[in-house]
């Protein structure tokens, strides 16, 4: 995930009839709005916010009808990212009433603030800040139905099977095994895991190695073979090969594209 920009205390005069944008957008609306989907209009007393996906046609307007008070963040999403975002239980283009908005407000503040400063791991900090809004987003999102992961057999299972992917990538992670141990089989557990998730957990698996793998690169200078090793790939090759799917770009590249953007932010 690429944030491109974050504008706070945005006021406009007029609504949005269909506008559409380039990139994808979290907007914080901080008054009673009026949003319209598939032409039923959808009233929200109280502060709420919307992910907008590039390409797709706005609908709101104020609910007094005068001028809009918002936060909004551009911002580039993966398949993984929107996966993750869905995983949240977050509907994309559908708005979501925020019953109190200082914890959201306070990240967006921190991330403007952090974005000011031009430091090394700006990306980084911002990546980080927006998984963990989407996190905020999500328990709002699910305000309305906290039973929702009961309907999901052994959800609490398979949420520790997550926290442990993340927690230790390298580890010689294995569908079979995790299968043979709840004592399921790989179909019903696979159904299981995306019904939870959003995702596989075999994707679960990649992005864990490939978060640890992008921090290894833009903080240590570890060679490509030391960093594919660390991250429990068997070889460099196919280490190689799954970064490049999955990030648009080789490891070497992306270090290299790392360093240029900080000795550029040092040349500010």
Sequence with gaps: ??????????????????????????????????FTENGIENHIKKRS?????????????SESGQGIKYDLIGFRMSGTDRQYIESLGIKMNSPIEIN??????????????????????????????????FIALGEFANINAPDQYSEIPRYFELKAIRDAIYEDPAYKWSVEEICEDMGI???????????????TCGQDIIESRLIQASELLRSTELSINEISEICGYETDGYFI????????????EYRRKIHAEYIHNERK
């Design 49 to 61: 916010a919307v992910i907008y996906a590039n390409g797709f046609p706005k609908y709101f307007r």
């Design 1 to 34: 995930m690429i944030v491109s920009r974050i504008n706070l205390n945005n006021k406009r005069d007029t609504a949005s009839n269909g506008e559409l944008s380039t990139e994808c957008q979290l907007m914080l609306f901080h008054i009673p709005m009026i």
């Design 241 to 252: 090969k799954q970064f490049k799917k999955h990030k648009g770009s080789t490891p070497v």
């Design 185 to 199: 089989s790989r179909a019903y557990f696979h159904r299981l895991y995306q019904q939870a998730f959003g995702v």
């Design 100 to 133: 109190d908005d200082f914890v959201l407000s306070g990240l967006m503040k921190s991330m403007s603030a952090h974005a000011m400063v031009k430091s090394m791991h700006h990306r980084d900090f911002a990546e980080l800040t927006m998984k963990l809004i």
